[in-house]
T-cell receptor
Framework: DQQVKQNSPSLSVQEGRISILNCDYTNSMFDYFLWYKKYPAEGPTFLIS?????DKNEDGRFTVFLNKSAKHLSLHIVPSQPGDSAVYFCAASDLQYNNNDMRFGAGTRLTVKP | NAGVTQTPKFQVLKTGQSMTLQCAQDMNHNSMYWYRQDPGMGLRLIYYSASEGTTDKGEVPNGYNVSRLNKREFSLRLESAAPSQTSVYFC??????????????FGPGTRLTVT
């Protein structure tokens, strides 16, 4: 049973526009959320994270929003660049129970067109 | 600094064969992980090792064994490979302190095909 879901397998946006990637989770005990980015033939790399005590975290062009009541988070990339084209994974963990057991979504493939 | 390295990069096995996937990290991290990635499934945790000398099952441990050889190295063994184990395998490591323990560093992956 997938506790972290990314319902959009792919997203295509124009360079310079905003990319919004969405993620939903079912386990209300999750209290830490991360986004990873993955290029072909490479391992995922950490992008940005957010704790459940916050509703927003920003790092340069990347902002993650958390809506706990809806069990939903989103990653905004503004402005999008062709180099952002990659697969983005949402991940979540329950720091109190077992921070080692991180659950990942299936990923969203972002294509940024020049 | 090589980060997390994995060998081999590619492997083809016949059903019933065994093999060991190797992983090493040079970041002095205490925690290490093995994941598999399948289409439409994201990454699923097979086993992890929170510190040298300890290992624990993750979400999908059946058919696998692990060894934390020392602080740097964490291997994954398939004793009798099955076609269902065809996947891309990623090793990762993380620090143990604060929220950084969630920010895992991944190796480049091993693509395994079992025929």
């Amino acid at each position: 049973d997938q506790q972290v879901k990314q319902n959009s397998p792919s997203l295509s946006v124009q360079e310079g526009r905003i990319s919004i990637l969405n993620c939903d989770y079912t386990n209300s005990m999750f209290d830490y959320f991360l986004w990873y980015k993955k290029y072909p033939a490479e391992g995922p790399t950490f992008l940005i994270s957010i704790s459940s005590i916050k509703d927003k975290n920003e790092d340069g062009r990347f902002t993650v929003f958390l809506n706990k009541s809806a069990k939903h988070l989103s990653l905004h990339i503004v402005p999008s660049q062709p180099g952002d084209s990659a697969v983005y994974f949402c991940a979540a963990s329950d720091l109190q129970y077992n921070n080692n057991d991180m659950r990942f979504g299936a990923g969203t493939r972002l294509t940024v067109k020049p | 600094n090589a980060g997390v390295t994995q060998t081999p990069k590619f492997q083809v096995l016949k059903t019933g064969q065994s093999m060991t996937l190797q992983c090493a990290q040079d970041m002095n991290h205490n925690s290490m992980y093995w994941y598999r990635q399948d289409p439409g499934m994201g990454l699923r945790l097979i086993y992890y090792s929170a510190s040298e000398g300890t290992t624990d099952k993750g979400e999908v441990p059946n058919g696998y064994n692990v060894s934390r050889l020392n602080k740097r190295e964490f291997s994954l063994r398939l004793e009798s490979a099955a076609p269902s184990q065809t996947s891309v395998y990623f090793c990762a490591s993380s620090d143990e302190w604060g929220l950084a323990r969630n920010e895992q560093y991944f190796g480049p992956g091993t693509r395994l095909t079992v025929t």
